[in-house]
């Protein structure tokens, strides 16, 4: 049993509240997963010749005294490129200008046990173990600011309780997914994967459900084509809630066994694995609230 959150603000002005508007769903969702939390937030776009990489310093032997500026010098020593650094404890983003493929293979040769959690133009990705609340307050969630965000609370089930196999899990660039429930195929998935050049990083089956949606998008698929591909070849139970640059949606499977509730008005779209989560929310009662239906896809854009 997990817990989803999922928020899009329609509003340009409402973009500073995202943060303190999503954190009361975040917490109301810890008795779903009290082991980890995370979250996935999309903003204004860093210019195209640029990228942000998103890592996680708390399996390193330093942690939160990781010297990030020193990493950020070293990558521009090396590659002779701008690298800016914004830091909190054990996170970083990191906003290099160039490719970010050769940066990432440098980092893991010289830093195996540094995170990388992220890598795109619009996302920044926040995750680790703790209750929503401590996680929350590690990160300071209330003050994030942008346009829309995917949110999830673990308990952990078929995978060790670590920070790499909370969510959102990513593949790609600025792609997210969590995942409430669980699938019977994804070691399958892999197989047909990894001779595709895919790696995985964890156990996790919501790796796999990842990796095989981003696969799709990058071979050309729109968003809406992708899923109809997940519901072919993803056998499970699963309530997946993705976040692209510029996208929300939502699916469920045939069966439909892992809660979700939606709440729409003309500021907001915001979704949940309870109502709880969503009954802070200004304007609530006179939302259109619903139950997604089994096997449909909802997709909204910002």
């Known amino acids: 049993m997990c817990g989803i959150v999922g928020l899009l603000v329609k509003k340009p002005e409402l973009r500073p509240q995202l943060g303190s508007l999503m954190v009361p769903m975040l917490i109301g969702m810890t008795e779903r997963g009290p082991d980890s939390a995370g979250l996935a937030v999309f903003g204004t776009p860093v210019n195209e010749a640029h990228r942000k990489i998103n890592l996680y310093s708390g399996m390193t032997e330093a942690g939160a005294d990781f010297n990030w500026h020193g990493l950020a010098h070293a990558i521009r020593e090396e590659f002779g490129t701008d690298a800016e650094i914004a830091t909190s404890g054990n996170h970083a983003i990191l906003t290099v200008g160039s490719a970010a493929a050769p940066i990432k293979h440098w980092i893991h040769e010289h830093h195996p046990k540094l995170h990388i959690l992220s890598t795109g133009r619009s996302m920044d990705l926040y995750k680790d173990i703790g209750t929503p609340t401590e996680v929350s307050d590690r990160y300071d969630f209330s003050h994030l600011q942008g346009t829309h965000l995917v949110g999830h609370t673990r308990m952990a089930t078929e995978s060790a309780v670590t920070p790499d196999r909370a969510h959102p899990f990513t593949a790609g660039e600025d792609f997210c997914l969590v995942h409430n429930g669980s699938l019977s195929n994804p070691n399958g998935i892999r197989r047909m994967l990894e001779p595709r050049g895919i790696h995985f990083d964890t156990d996790n089956d919501t790796e796999a459900a990842c990796r095989f949606l981003e696969w799709r998008l990058r071979e050309g698929d ?45 500021d907001y779209v915001a979704i949940a694995s309870e109502f709880r989560s969503l009954a802070h929310l200004p304007d609530i009662k006179n939302a259109h609230v619903f139950e997604p239906a089994p096997e449909e896809m909802y997709v909204w854009r910002t």
């Open 222 to 266: 729109t968003l809406e084509n992708a899923l109809q591909k997940g519901f072919d070849e993803l056998d499970g139970f699963f309530t997946f809630l993705m976040g692209t640059k510029d996208e929300l949606a939502l699916i469920r499977d045939p069966f439909a066994c892992k809660p979700a509730v939606v709440a729409e008005t003309d």
